[in-house]
Each structure stands twice: as C-alpha cells, then as structure tokens.
C-alpha cells in the first residue's frame, strides 16, 4: 500500500475525479466502502447480539446504510439509528433506500452489553462539534464499554488534524478508504481510531497521483531508495565524517550520544569537538569516536578545512547562548566559503533555543544559496521558542504548523513527540506513527540528532534523512520496549538497520 496521505478535501477530490474517470459510480464507491466495513465487522464481532448502526445525513451515513443491509443480508440483528435523512437524489438516499431496516431517530437511541456500534455519522465532512443526540450516542456506548467499528473516522475526530472538536468515539476498529488521513496518525486521533483498516474501494492509484499528494506516512518505502549502504570500495571518510559538538565538563553526555548514533548509523568517521576544558572527560569515554579541541569558530573552520567533515550535529549538551549561535551560523557559512563546504547541520536543544531571540538570522543563513541543509529538531517546547505564532495558532495542525515552520526557516523541521511530523520547505510532509513511549527518556533526542546527521554525511537528501532516522529511532526503541534508556539506543539500532540494509538490496537488485 502507498504511503501517500490524503488531507479530507483531497479525499472528495479523489472521489470526484475516479467518477468522473469511471468506471464506478459514487453509488459503486459507496457500496464497496460499506462492504469492506460489514466485512471487517463480521470477521471481529462474528457472535455479536446485535449491531447498532447511527447513520448520519451525508456520504458516511450512507455507507451506514450500506453496511446494515449488508449485515442483515447476513442474518445478523441489525438497527438503525439516523440522525437527519440524506439529500434527495443523493448516493446516501439511495442507499438509504436500499437498507430493509427501518431507521429510528438518533435522539432515541438505547443499545444494550453484548451489541456493537457502527459509527457511520460523520466522516470526512466533520464540520462541527457533535451535535447533542450524537454526543449523547458516544456517551451511552462509552458507558456500555460497546466496541465501536467507525466509518472511515471516528465521528467527532477531524481527518485533517486529529483533534477532536468535541465529544468523539473512541473506536475499537476504523476503517477507512483508498489512503490514509492525517488525522488517523496525529493524536489523540491516531489513539480514537484504534486498529486501523486501510480498505481498497476501487479508486486507483493513478487518481491518487493526479492529487499530487505532498503528504506521508512516514514509513520505508518514501527513502529507502535512498538508504545508504557502502560501496563495495568505501572507505572511511567516503562513507561520510560527521562532527559533534560537546558541551562544558558536566555536560559532555549528550554529544557523545549523538556521536555514537551516528557512527551506528554507517557515518565512517565521528569526531565529537571538545571545549578545552572538557577534553579529558571526553577523553575517558571516548574509543572509536575522534576528539578534537574546539573552542572558537576559527577553531571549527580550521577542523572542517583539514578534516572534511559533512555534517554536524549542534546542541546536545551545549548551552545556550552567543557561542551557540556562532558556531551554528559558521557551520552554515560553510556554503559560502571555497574551502571545506558542509552538507549538513542538525540544530537540536540549547541550538534551538539559542535563536529564541533572533530566530530570523538563523532562517536567513540557512537560506542563502549552497548553505548546507539545516535539519531543526525541535520538541514541542523548543518548537514554540522559534516558531511562538504558529505554535500558538489554534487553527493549525501538528502538520499544518511543521510545514509553515519548514516553509519559514528554509530547513527541515523534525517537530517531535508521539506524533513527530517531518517537513520539508518545499511543502513535504510525513506523519510518523511506530514510535512508543518508552523512546520518552532523557537523551533519546540526542541519539535522533546523531542519526540523522550520521545519514546526511553518507549523502541522504536532507527530508529522507530525517525521516529514515525518525522512523529507524522509534523502532528500534519500540522494540526494545521497558527499561530503555538512551545508552541502549545506539546498539539496538542494529536489527532495524541489519533489516533494511538488505531490504534496500533487494530494492537495488530488483
Ligand atoms: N463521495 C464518495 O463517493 C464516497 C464517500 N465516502 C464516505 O463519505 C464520507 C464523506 O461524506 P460527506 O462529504 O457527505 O461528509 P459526512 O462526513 O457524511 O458529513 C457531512 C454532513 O454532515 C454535516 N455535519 C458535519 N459535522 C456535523 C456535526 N458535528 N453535527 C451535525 N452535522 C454535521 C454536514 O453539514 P454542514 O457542514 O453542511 O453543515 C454535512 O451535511 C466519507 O467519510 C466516507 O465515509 C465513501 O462512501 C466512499 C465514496
Ligand atoms: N510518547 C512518545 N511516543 C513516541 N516517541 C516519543 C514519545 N515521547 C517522546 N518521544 C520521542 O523521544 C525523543 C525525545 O526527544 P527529546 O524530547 O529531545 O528528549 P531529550 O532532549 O531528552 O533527548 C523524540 O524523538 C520524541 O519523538
Ligand atoms: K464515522
């Protein structure tokens, strides 16, 4: 299946032009959307007393419809609940039509321990909070404990963002139709869902790619094409030499995290760079990862004319302050220097907050021409330090704010979290959903700055960088899974990268 999400109205577009193209029918859509909902119903639930179907007054409720004849076609004891009756002439109307069972008002809804709900009121036409009959039907299923299998999205939930407007379904099964929403990925959506079905209803992929869809699950297919494996003749520095930053003698942890990630990550060289002061510490716990004394910007540009690296890794452990933005608006000056051009700079922690004043000379530096790719990590605090109106902005998604953070800093933006969603300025987007929250542990940032840039140096476009770290990061510590603390990140990086290693062999060979 595609990674391709499609926002709601994307979804209408797509309906509108797979009828327009033919062969289906909206009818024929909507038939196969209730079918694939019976479907799932009846493999779940075969010995459910009944099922209680709320149809609303548009398209979802005329899947509704749809799945109650169906269900009774089988012999199941079905009801109908409506809330409103479909527009004459409508697909609902007629599939309304269609259904033998005779739908009672919403407003009188009563379902008893043992039955099922189908939620089929709203879909990807929430325009509003439930209305009082329908909040009233979340209520009575919730203190029912009824299992919900909702149409397409829980009624309630919003398919371009998640958020939920008001009382919602929380649902045991969903089951949507030819691509996923966002808002089965971002939360609390993704956890109102529950299991999600992904149902085939006869529009192609070929409608789908007219859409030019700018959105993804973030999954391996969008960069495995692009995940590095060494040739056959790489040695160490062609497999790219990323530079970590470490901070003062009590703060040296984090860069060597980084550091070790990257490294784990297939960078051939890693050198952490070291204030004087904390040489010796670092010394101590250094083995395979290089130490090099950095105290100025001349002390960084002289490491990066002698030592080539590629990309960097600023902020972990750093502090906060003009230091901070020196060395960061040095590293990306790089472009503009004949000598020793870096292709990447991951700012994450006191990097980010350091701008928190001046965050416009960041997004200027990072968009002169040849600047390196700057990759911006931020958590959900460190996102409202640099971007404080879009954060703010009530109106906005968890995507909607990446993207008009990326399109405004000219950088990657890695907005973290459960739900960490990856843009890029060009307008791209994906929605991660594998992580857990066991990776909710102090330095597992650290260790996705150090993939990330372990990945930039082996020469991975900026965008499939981060999303293959991102990604790779949340694996790795869902698999792990209690107990996780960031030092078991580097090391347990390494099924997830032994598996793709060869899956991107096949994808070569094949
Ligand atoms: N098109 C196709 O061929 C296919 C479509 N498919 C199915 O169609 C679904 C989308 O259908 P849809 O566009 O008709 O929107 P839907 O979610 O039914 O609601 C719209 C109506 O509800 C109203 N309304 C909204 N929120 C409300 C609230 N809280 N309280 C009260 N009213 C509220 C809203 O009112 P308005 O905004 O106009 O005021 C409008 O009248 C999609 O999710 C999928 O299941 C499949 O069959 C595959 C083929
Ligand atoms: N509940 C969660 N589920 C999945 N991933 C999570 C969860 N909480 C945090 N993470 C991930 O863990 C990492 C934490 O990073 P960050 O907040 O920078 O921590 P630190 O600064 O301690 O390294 C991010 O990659 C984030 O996406
Ligand atoms: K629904």
Redesign the pocket.
């Known amino acids: 299946m595609s990674s391709e999400l499609l926002s709601p109205a994307e979804m209408t577009e797509a309906d509108r032009l797979a009828i327009a193209t033919g062969p289906l029918a909206g009818i024929d859509l909507m038939r196969n959307a209730g079918a694939a909902v019976s479907a799932v119903v009846l493999a779940h639930f075969p010995v459910a007393s009944r099922v209680h179907v709320l149809c609303g007054p548009g398209n979802n409720g005329g899947d509704g419809y749809v799945v109650a004849r169906i269900l009774r076609d089988s012999a199941v004891d079905v009801a109908v609940w409506a809330s409103g009756s479909p527009k004459a002439g409508s697909d609902a109307a007629l599939a309304a039509s269609e259904c033998p069972v005779r739908p009672r008002p919403l407003s009188e809804f009563v379902a008893e321990t043992g039955s099922i709900v189908v939620d089929a009121l709203y879909g990807a036409g929430l325009s509003k909070p439930l209305s009082g009959d329908a909040a009233r039907a979340v209520e009575v299923a919730t203190e029912l404990s009824l299992p919900v299998v909702a149409v397409d999205l829980p009624s309630g939930v919003s398919g371009e963002s998640g958020q939920s407007l008001g009382q919602a379904f929380r649902a045991r099964i969903t089951v949507t139709f030819a691509r996923k929403k966002p808002g089965h990925l971002l939360l609390p959506g993704r956890e109102m869902c529950g299991e999600l079905v992904l149902a085939d209803i006869g529009i192609g992929d070929g409608i789908v790619a007219q859409l030019e869809p700018r959105t993804f699950e973030n999954t391996p297919p969008l960069w495995i094409g692009n995940f590095p494996v060494p040739a056959v003749d790489a040695h160490k520095y062609r497999r790219g030499h990323v530079g970590v930053f470490s901070g003062g003698p009590s703060a040296t942890g ?1 860069a060597r995290l980084s550091a070790l990630a990257a490294a784990r990550s297939g960078a051939g060289a890693v050198t952490v760079l070291s204030p004087a002061n904390a040489m010796q510490v670092n010394a101590a716990h250094l083995t395979s990862i290089m130490l090099h004394k950095s105290d100025s910007v001349a002390d960084v540009q002289e490491f990066i004319g002698r030592r080539r690296p590629s990309a960097f890794v600023l902020g ?1 452990g750093f502090g906060v302050g003009e230091k901070t933005r020196d060395f960061a608006l040095g590293v990306l000056a790089t472009g503009q220097r004949p000598d020793g051009r870096v292709d990447g700079l991951v700012l ?2 006191d990097g980010i907050t350091s701008f928190r004043d001046a965050p416009n000379v960041l997004f200027e530096a990072a968009r002169r021409p040849n600047a390196p790719a700057l990759v911006l ?1 931020p ?1 959900e605090g ?1 996102f409202a330090r640099l971007f404080p109106d879009i954060a703010g902005d009530t109106n906005l998604s968890k995507l909607a704010k990446a993207r008009t953070a990326a399109e405004r800093a000219g950088a990657i933006v890695v907005y ?3 739900d ?1 969603v990856i843009a890029a300025p060009d307008g791209r987007a994906a929605i ?1 959903g594998n ?14 700055s150090g993939i990330i840039a372990g990945f930039l140096a082996q020469g991975m476009p900026a965008f499939e960088a981060a999303c293959a770290a ?1 990604w790779i ?2 694996e790795a ?1 869902s698999r792990f899974g209690p107990g996780l603390i ?1 030092e078991d990140l580097p090391l347990a990086l390494l099924p997830v990268l032994r598996q793709l290693a060869e899956r991107r062999n096949e994808v070569t060979a094949g």
């Open positions: 984090a972990p994450d922690a990590t958590h460190e973290k979290g459960a960490t991660n992580g857990a929250p066991w990776l909710a542990t102090a330095g597992s940032g650290d260790v996705l991102v990061h949340a510590g960031a």
